[in-house]
C-alpha cells in the first residue's frame, strides 16, 4: 500500500474529513487531496506529524511493503470495516450505472403513469372522443396500473442486482490498494455529465409549469388545459429522469471514497434515523394515491410530490430532534 492510500485510510478510520485533517495539518484541503490522490507527497516534517496524528509510526507510512495488520494494529477505530477489492469496485460501479438507467426509468413510468387517465378523462369529458367517462376511466386506469407495475417490477430486480453491495451504503469500509485512484479517475471522467444531465434536468423541472401557463394564456378551452397538464408531467419525468440517473452514478463514487452523503459520519446519522425518509415517504404515497383515486383529480394531486419534498427536511429535523429529547 502506497503513501497516499495510508493517508486516506487512516483519516477514515478516525472519521475525519479531507478539511479536518487539513486543519490538523495546517496545510489547505487541496493539499491533503493531492496526498490522496499521489499527486504530491509531503515533506519529512509533516511526514512526522501525520504520524503523530494517526498515532503510527512513520516507517509504516514510507514503506509500501508493511502489511495492512500494522495498521489494524496501530489504528484508533474500535469498529469492523469492510475490505473492498478492485475487482468488487469495479463490478459495483458498472452494476450501479447500469440501475441508475433502470431505475431512472422506473421513476419516469411512475409520473408519466397518470397521463393515459387523464387524457382520455378529460377527451371523454369534452367530446373530443366518443367513448364513456367509464371506459375512459377503465382503460386510463389499466395503462396506470401497467406503467407503476413496470416500475415497480423494475425497481425489485434492480435491488435484487445490487443486494450484495448494500453495505457500501450503510457499513464503513477499507479500499485496497488502487481502489481509491480508480474510483477517482472514473469519477472525474463523469464530472462533466454529472454536472451537464443535473442542470439540465433541474432546468426541466423548474420550466414543466410553462405549458399550464401557456395554456391558461392563449386558450380558455377546457381541453387544452388537460393536454397542458399532461405535457407538464412529460417534461417533469424527462427532467427526473435525467436527476436520477445522474445522481445515482455520482453516489457510487461517492459510497465508494465515503464522501458527501456516504461519509462515516452520515453512514451513522443514517442507521439512527434512516426510518424517519422511509416512514415519511410510504405516509405521502398513500396520501397520494388516496386522494387521486377519491377525488379523481390526478390533474390536480401531482402537487402532493413537489410540496412533499420542500417539507421533507423540516420534517427530518423535526423528528430528530423529538428522538433526542425523548431519549
Do not use: H
Given at each position: ?51 503523530e496524528l494517526f498515532g503510527v509510526s512513520t ?122 485512484g480508480m474510483v477517482r479517475e472514473r469519477k ?140
Amino acid at each position: 500500500m502506497i503513501l497516499a492510500d495510508k493517508i486516506m485510510e487512516l483519516r477514515k478510520k478516525n472519521g475525519w474529513s479531507q478539511e479536518e485533517l487539513a486543519e490538523k495539518m495546517d496545510v489547505s484541503r487541496q493539499s491533503i487531496s493531492k496526498w490522496e490522490g499521489a499527486q504530491s507527497v509531503p515533506d519529512m516534517g509533516r511526514i512526522v506529524r501525520l504520524s503523530e496524528l494517526f498515532g503510527v509510526s512513520t516507517d509504516y507510512l514510507l514503506k509500501d511493503d508493511m502489511e495492512r495488520e500494522e495498521l489494524i494494529q496501530v489504528g484508533t477505530a474500535d469498529e469492523t470495516v469492510r475490505m473492498v477489492s478492485l475487482e468488487e469496485a469495479n463490478t459495483f460501479l458498472d452494476i450501479r450505472a447500469e440501475n441508475a438507467v433502470r431505475v431512472a426509468v422506473g421513476v419516469m413510468l411512475c409520473i408519466l403513469s397518470p397521463i393515459a387517465l387523464i387524457l382520455l378523462g378529460g377527451a371523454a369529458a369534452t367530446g373530443k372522443l366518443a367513448i364513456s367517462d367509464y371506459q375512459a376511466t377503465g382503460i386510463g386506469l389499466t395503462v396506470l396500473l401497467l406503467m407503476v407495475g413496470g416500475a415497480v417490477a423494475i425497481f425489485v430486480t434492480s435491488s435484487i442486482r445490487a443486494n450484495c453491495f448494500e453495505y457500501l451504503e450503510k457499513e464503513p469500509i477499507e479500499t485496497l490498494y488502487g481502489v481509491s485512484g480508480m474510483v477517482r479517475e472514473r469519477k472525474s471522467k463523469f464530472q462533466s455529465v454529472y454536472t451537464s444531465q443535473l442542470t439540465i434536468g433541474i432546468v426541466l423541472c423548474v420550466l414543466s409549469a410553462m405549458p399550464l401557463f401557456i395554456s391558461m394564456l392563449f386558450s380558455e378551452e377546457e381541453f387544452a388545459y388537460i393536454v397542458s397538464v399532461c405535457a407538464l408531467l412529460a417534461v417533469a419525468a424527462v427532467g427526473v429522469l435525467l436527476i436520477v440517473r445522474s445522481c445515482m452514478i455520482w453516489g457510487s463514487f461517492q459510497m465508494l471514497l465515503e464522501e458527501g452523503d456516504y461519509s462515516r459520519e452520515a453512514k451513522a446519522e443514517s442507521k439512527k434515523y434512516g426510518w424517519i425518509a422511509t416512514s415519511y415517504w410510504m405516509l405521502v404515497t398513500a396520501g397520494y394515491l388516496a386522494w387521486s383515486f377519491i377525488t379523481d383529480k390526478w390533474d390536480r394531486t401531482w402537487i402532493v410530490w413537489p410540496v412533499a419534498a420542500v417539507a421533507y427536511a423540516a420534517v427530518y429535523e423535526i423528528a430528530k430532534a423529538l428522538r433526542r429529547k425523548n431519549g
